[in-house]
Nanobody
Framework: QVQLVESGGGLVQAGGSLRLSCVAS????????MAWYQQAPGKQRELVAH???????DYADSVKGRFTISRDNVANTVYLQMNNLKPEDTAVYYC????????WGQGTQVTVSS
């Protein structure tokens, strides 16, 4: 079955950077779009970055110009490069396929201090 394992989160000061990784297994990774989702405390999970199977990307307005999503189809991995982090980016970050979601992973916590 599909398994998604996120990593790379941590505690960082405002203005800092992190790179998140998500390794996917149990699916033909290269044919699926993938996305990163953000769930802040007390809020619903929201999609913040999307990458198509062909590599086209799209972003939520809140992260546009600061976050970059990419994928490595050989390593079955999707990445999220997060630059110029803000305290409002504090959340648990998850990856999943937006068109055929698998079970959610444990996510990775990102905490941005002011």
């Amino acid at each position: 079955q599909v398994q998604l394992v996120e990593s790379g989160g941590g505690l960082v000061q405002a203005g800092g950077s992190l790179r998140l990784s998500c390794v996917a297994s149990g699916l033909i990774f290269l044919i699926y779009p993938m996305a990163w989702y953000q769930q802040a405390p007390g809020k619903q999970r929201e999609l913040v970055a999307h990458i198509s199977s062909g590599g086209s990307t799209d972003y939520a307005d809140s992260v546009k110009g600061r976050f970059t999503i990419s994928r490595d189809n050989v390593a079955n991995t999707v990445y999220l490069q997060m630059n110029n982090l803000k305290p409002e980016d504090t959340a648990v970050y998850y990856c999943n396929c937006p068109t055929s979601p698998g079970p959610w992973g444990q996510g990775t916590q990102v905490t941005v201090s002011s």
